[in-house]
């Protein structure tokens, strides 16, 4: 029997599909994530991981053409949810950044983005 309360991974998931939906639903497509509402995200949701780009709109705007593979403007979940990928990555990497003791037996990790 599956247990009923979701773990703190799947949550974590949910409330990743959930701030996308709360953006995405704003305006236009309620499903996709128009350039206002990609900012908007970035500003509200993202703000220390992406604390420069967040000052800068010329990076946000080329953080989601980058996003944008089919190029029609618009942010759909697989596409935004390479940047979750990349962010994950980036945020694993800083964590370890200054960490003497990688090759060694111990694992630690620093602290991530925005501490
Ligand atoms: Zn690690």
Do not use: W
């Not at 500003?43 to 967040?54: G, I, P, R, T, V």
């Not at 000052?55 to 080329?62: R, S």
Request: glycine residues 4%; neutral net charge; hydrophobic residues 35%.
């Amino acid at each position: 029997m599956a247990t009923k309360t979701p773990s703190m991974m799947e949550r974590n998931i949910n409330t990743i599909i959930e701030v996308f939906h709360q953006h995405a639903r704003t305006e236009g497509n309620t499903d996709t994530l128009s350039q206002k509402e990609f900012k908007n995200m970035v500003k509200s949701d993202l703000a220390n991981f992406m604390k420069k780009e967040k000052k800068k709109e010329k990076l946000i705007n080329d953080i989601m053409e980058d996003l944008d593979t089919n190029d029609d403007k618009q942010l759909a979940f697989e596409e935004f949810v390479m940047l979750v990928a990349k962010l994950v990555f980036a945020t694993h990497e800083k964590m370890h950044a200054s960490e003497q003791n990688l090759r060694g037996k111990e694992h630690s990790h620093g602290s991530g983005f925005g501490k």
